[in-house]
C-alpha cells in the first residue's frame, strides 16, 4: 500500500530484497517494487543478518578501510535457488562506529541513484550505528507492551464473550511435584 501511495520519496524496509526465504513471495515483493519505481520511489532494505559471502566472508564482516559513510558494492554476487535477490546488495558503513549492514536497493537504478537515495537518507534521518532512526522506531512501536496485550485480551474477552485459558505449565506436566522444587517450612 505504501508503496502505491506515496511518491519520490524512500521506503525503508527492514530486511532484505530476498524472496524465497522465510515466506517472502517472489511474485509479492516483485510487485511492490514496480510499484515504488512506478511512483518515484526508492526502496532501501536494511538488514542486520545475510548469509552471503565473498571470499569465506559473510560479506557484513570484510573490512574495509574508508571512513564512513561508505558503501561497498557487491558484484557477481549469486544466491541458491529458490532463493532471489531483488534487489543490488551493498554494504553500508554509515557512521564511524564499528558496524556495516548489508543494504539492499531496487535494481532498476544507476549507480548514481542508488548513492543519491542513500545521501538523501543521511540528510533527512538520523543515523545511528550506521542505522536509520525511522527503523529502530519501527522496531519499538511494531510491538505491543504487556499492558496492551493485557487490553486487547479484555477487549477480545468483553466483545466476543471468549473465556482466556491460561497455558499449562510444562514444568509441571512432565515432572509433577518435582518440577519446581517445592519450599517446604
Do not use: W
Not at 43 to 65: C, Q, W, Y
Amino acid at each position: 500500500m505504501l508503496a502505491s501511495m506515496v511518491s519520490n520519496g524512500l521506503i525503508l524496509f527492514d530486511g532484505s530484497l530476498t524472496a524465497g526465504v522465510g515466506g517472502v513471495s517472489t511474485r509479492a515483493l516483485k510487485q511492490i517494487l514496480v510499484r515504488a519505481g512506478e511512483n518515484n520511489n526508492i526502496v532501501l532494505a536494511f538488514s542486520k543478518m545475510t548469509n552471503l559471502r565473498a571470499d569465506g566472508h559473510i560479506i557484513t564482516d570484510v573490512p574495509f578501510e574508508l571512513r564512513p559513510p561508505c558503501l561497498l558494492e557487491t558484484i557477481g554476487l549469486k544466491s541458491k535457488p529458490p532463493i532471489t535477490l531483488l534487489g543490488d546488495v551493498f554494504v553500508a558503513k554509515l557512521t564511524c562506529e564499528d558496524y556495516a549492514f548489508r543494504l539492499d536497493i531496487s535494481k532498476d537504478l544507476s549507480l548514481e541513484q542508488k548513492i543519491e537515495a542513500v545521501e538523501k537518507l543521511l540528510g533527512n534521518d538520523v543515523i545511528s550505528q550506521s542505522y536509520p532512526e525511522t527503523l529502530r522506531l519501527a522496531h519499538i512501536l511494531c510491538t505491543f507492551t504487556a499492558n496492551e496485550v493485557l487490553a486487547m485480551q479484555h477487549f477480545a474477552v468483553r466483545k466476543y464473550g471468549l473465556k482466556l485459558v491460561n497455558r499449562p505449565d510444562m514444568h509441571k506436566l512432565l515432572f509433577g511435584p518435582f518440577g519446581r522444587g517445592e519450599i517446604c517450612s
